[in-house]
Every structure is written in structure tokens, then in C-alpha cells.
């Protein structure tokens, strides 16, 4: 079965601090890949997504992510994180061959960006 | 913007009720999703729906059902509340790009149920 897993439970840095959250997925085939981000008391919201072309992915607020197809990996980034970076970040995997739009979620990392 | 709105964001039931979670969305979408969220334990998805009077399935559906009469409205019941369905709900919609996998999936405001 499809998984993702998220290397980080909680993560704390502080303001200006470079950040690289980890997601590895186990599927062999295409897949589309997602982080989504959840803010205290919001609901969950896109920050990027993968389907195609440069690898290399740039999305809301300064994120990035990188995917690296022979790692199975999909790691989030951001140069220098601010005290409003504090949420919680979600990878999702989207496999190709009839899964109909259903995504398969890490189980999320906390961070906590000390001002 | 999409808009998924949730009728409840805060709920409190007791053992053995039947519940109903609502789920709304304005933007046309074919599919429809229920996730519970639990600390440590990510998004989990409930059940799905790619159409009117269709559902699906997903991991975690046993002591759950789902109704889907129109597009716009994805319901979840539960048909006895029992304290380890505590959790917080997420509806989500999506729309299908080309009939293909490549969806973005958008979350409502989520719905908090206290089950006593």
C-alpha cells in the first residue's frame, strides 16, 4: 500500500532559521505530490504541489520543495522562516492509475519558530 | 476562491447518538472527501464521493456512513457516537482536471466533535 512518512514530528527554530522538512512516499509509479500547511486555528491550505516538469517547486510565502524521483522524496524548504511560519506542514502523495483524486497524507510536522 | 464550509466547528455528543456532519461546497466539484485528523496520526480519509449518489470507501469507514443527494452536499453520519470518534472532522472538494489524478483538494474550516 501507498504510505508517506514524514521524518519530523515537531520542529523548533528559531526566526531566520533555514528549514527542510522531510517526506518520503513508497510508490513506484507517477505520482503527484502535495504539502499542504495548517495554521493554529485555520483550515488546511495548499502550499505547493508537484505535477510535472522542473522538479524543483516554488509555492506561497517563500516555500519551496524539491523532488527527487530516485529518492522518493519530496522535502519542503524554506531559507529563513518567520515566527508566522508556526503551523503545521503535511505532505500528500497522489498516485497515478485510477486513484480517482484520493491522497494518502503524512502524519504532519509541527513547527514552532521561536521569534 | 473555492469555498467548503462545515455547518458545525464545534460539536458535542454523547455515546450512542446519531450524528450528522454537513459539508458544502460553491465551486461545482464532482469529488467530495471526509478525513478525520488526530494528533500524531495526520489526515486519515473517512469516505469519498465522485459523484451524486455515489461514495467510496476509504481507510478508516467502519462506524461511519456518508450521503451524497446533491453535488454541492457531502454529509457524514454516524450512525452511534462512540468516545473514539472523537476527533476533528475535514471536508474536502476537489475538482477532476481531465479526468486525471492531478486534483488539488480544498479543506473546509473543519468540524471538532466531542463525543461523552
Known amino acids: 500500500a501507498q504510505s508517506v512518512s514524514q521524518h519530523n514530528h515537531h520542529v523548533i527554530l528559531s526566526e531566520a532559521a533555514s528549514l527542510e522538512l522531510g517526506c518520503n512516499y513508497s510508490y513506484g509509479g507517477t505520482v503527484n505530490l502535495f504539502w499542504y500547511v495548517q495554521y493554529p486555528g485555520q483550515h488546511l491550505q495548499l502550499l505547493l504541489k508537484y505535477f510535472s516538469g522542473d522538479p524543483l517547486v516554488k509555492g506561497i510565502k517563500g516555500f519551496e520543495a524539491e523532488f527527487i524521483k530516485s529518492k522518493f522524496s519530496f522535502n519542503l524548504r524554506k531559507p529563513s522562516v518567520q515566527w508566522s511560519d508556526t503551523a503545521e506542514y503535511f505532505c500528500a502523495v497522489n498516485a497515478g492509475g485510477g486513484s480517482q483524486g484520493n491522497l494518502i497524507f503524512g502524519k504532519g510536522t509541527k513547527l514552532s519558530v521561536k521569534p | 476562491d473555492v469555498k467548503v464550509t462545515q455547518s458545525s466547528r464545534y460539536l458535542v455528543k454523547r455515546t450512542g447518538e446519531k450524528v450528522f456532519l454537513e459539508c458544502v461546497q460553491d465551486?461545482?466539484?464532482?469529488?467530495m472527501f471526509w478525513y478525520r485528523q488526530d494528533p500524531g496520526l495526520g489526515l486519515r480519509l473517512i469516505y469519498f464521493s465522485y459523484d451524486v449518489k455515489m461514495k467510496e470507501k476509504g481507510d478508516i469507514p467502519e462506524g461511519y456512513s456518508v450521503s451524497r443527494e446533491k453535488k454541492e452536499r457531502f454529509s457524514l453520519i454516524l450512525e452511534s457516537a462512540s468516545t473514539n470518534q472523537t476527533s476533528m472532522y475535514l471536508c474536502?472538494?476537489?475538482?477532476?482536471?481531465?479526468?486525471?489524478?492531478?486534483?488539488?483538494?480544498?479543506f473546509g474550516p473543519g468540524t471538532r466533535l466531542l463525543v461523552l
Open positions: 465551486m461545482d466539484h464532482e469529488n
Open positions: 474536502a472538494s476537489s475538482l477532476i482536471e481531465g479526468r486525471g489524478p492531478q486534483e488539488t483538494q480544498y
